[in-house]
């Protein structure tokens, strides 16, 4: 496997992480993961938005230009032969000394690597498990992709436990958040609903273009504050993320949604309106 560092192509195996990097010290990094179709990045430039966000929260130096980054990323996929396939951008605060002061960092750690993904991902509905682990509405780390995923890793391996794909993580306010590496919809009497920005959630590239999808095809979507029994009482409920795009949840807490084989019109709908954009853009 060919990956980017700091303005070089090398082989994974060659590349050696310093320990006094404050990613690996302090969890000091930032990284967004996209997906390419057909040798393409889909929405990059929301990716990199995202990204240099993120950067001016944690105060960091000026980030690479996205033309340079866009570059980086287009070099590796060719070096690997990758049409379709995981993207995953990585950016730490460099190497420092080995106490937690920013300030006595260097450069920018940049890493890119990528991993084939089959064109498309099984449709198999998920059953999702609400766990224990709060979204903390006071933190500004739930808001951006930090290399700080603890509390994710903790979320998903507490719904494994369950029997569950994926995690539904309430705020600590304890309304509907998102899942451990997904936003969540639900579909109740024909309309769409999702939790709103200030519910502790990633604010995700996919959730953001399933909003657009659906409104422009006359599905109403209203984005608020979503209590847990509305997640309950569904007609029906999907995931969002860049890799998996829109996944159909079976099953939430144990109890079938909808009638937990098939998943409901609407989220096929939806499905399928994403995955055309995505082929298309
Ligand atoms: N929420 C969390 C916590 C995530 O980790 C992710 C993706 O990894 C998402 C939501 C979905 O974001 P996106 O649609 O931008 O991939």
Redesign the pocket.
């Known amino acids: 496997m060919i990956i980017y560092v700091n303005g070089r192509l090398v082989s994974a195996g060659e590349y050696v992480l310093s320990p006094l990097d404050h990613g690996f010290l302090y969890g000091h990094g930032l990284f967004?993961?996209?997906?390419a179709y057909n040798g393409r990045i889909f929405r990059l430039e929301?990716?990199l938005q995202?990204l240099e966000t993120a950067a001016v929260l944690l105060n960091w130096p000026e980030l690479p230009g996205r033309l340079e980054l866009s570059d980086a990323i287009n070099s590796v996929l060719k070096h690997n032969d990758l049409c379709n396939a995981s993207v995953r951008l990585t950016l730490s605060r460099g190497i420092g000394a080995p106490r937690p002061d920013a300030a006595s960092c260097g450069q920018l750690t940049v890493a890119v690597f990528a991993l084939p993904l089959p064109p498309s991902l099984p449709a198999e509905g998920w059953r999702v498990a609400t766990v224990k682990l709060r979204r903390n509405l006071s933190s500004p780390l739930?808001r951006i992709?930090s290399a700080n995923?603890l509390d994710?890793i903790l979320a998903k391996a507490e719904a494994k436990r369950l029997g569950a794909h994926e995690a539904l993580?309430l705020n600590t306010d304890g309304m509907v958040a998102?899942?451990?590496?997904?936003?969540i919809f639900l579909v109740k009497s024909g309309r769409i609903v999702t939790p709103d920005d200030d519910s502790g959630?990633?604010?995700?590239?996919?959730?953001?273009?399933v909003i657009e999808l659906a409104r422009n095809a006359g599905i109403p979507v209203d984005i608020r504050q979503v209590k847990p029994e509305e997640l309950a009482g569904a007609d029906e409920i999907f995931l969002?993320?860049?890799?998996m795009e829109v996944i159909p949840v079976a099953a939430l807490d144990g109890r079938p949604i909808g009638d937990g084989l098939a998943p409901g019109l609407l989220t096929l709908k939806i499905a399928q309106l994403y995955r055309e954009f995505a082929q298309k853009e």
């Open positions: 967004e993961t996209m997906r929301d990716h995202r739930v992709k995923y994710n993580m998102e899942g451990s590496m997904s936003n959630i990633l604010l995700g590239i996919t959730r953001q273009i969002t993320s860049s890799i």
